[in-house]
């Protein structure tokens, strides 16, 4: 087959999108949680935020 045009053999990886998303989701519903005190509730969205700001490879 002629051409200048070749199709690659492998695709670069596409990120895993579904932590963040739950993340999100999450990070989204934490304010509406009534079983955490204000320093848990802090203290979870100091971590979510940590999470989608500083992923891990």
Same mark, same amino acid.
């Given at each position: 087959?002629?051409?200048?045009?070749?199709?690659?053999?492998?695709?670069?990886?596409?990120?895993?999108?579904? =932590?963040?998303?739950?993340?999100?989701?999450?990070?989204? =519903?934490? @304010?509406?949680? @009534?079983?955490?005190?204000?320093?848990?509730?802090?203290?979870?969205?100091?971590?979510?935020?940590?999470?989608?700001?500083? @992923?891990? @490879?």
């Amino acid at each position: 087959m002629s051409g200048g045009s070749s199709i690659p053999a492998t695709t670069p990886p596409t990120p895993d999108t579904t =932590a963040n998303a739950v993340a999100v989701t999450f990070a989204t =519903a934490l @304010p509406d949680v @009534p079983a955490l005190t204000d320093a848990e509730r802090a203290l979870m969205a100091e971590w979510l935020h940590r999470s989608l700001t500083h @992923p891990t @490879p």
